[in-house]
């Protein structure tokens, strides 16, 4: 699939320049990076969907879900 991207001169100049040094095409480079960030992306939202899961499993500690100190009790000295 084609996409078109309307980019900074100078960051065009800069991508080429890290393609060239990586012996990769500037679209295979960002392709790859692309790439790299939806993977990142998608293993965040996964990781956090297992965690919030777990929290809706997650055995009571006893206090009903309310608090039941102050927090200047937390705090005395």
Known sequence: MNLT????????????ILAAQRGVSVSRLLSDMLSEILDRDSGYALARE????????????????????????????
């Open 50 to 77: 297992r965690h919030l899961a777990a929290l809706d499993t997650a055995n009571d500690l006893g206090a009903g879900g309310r608090r039941r100190w102050s927090r200047d009790e937390l705090h005395e000295r």
């Open 5 to 16: 991207l309307s980019l900074a001169a100078e960051d065009v100049r800069r991508a080429k």
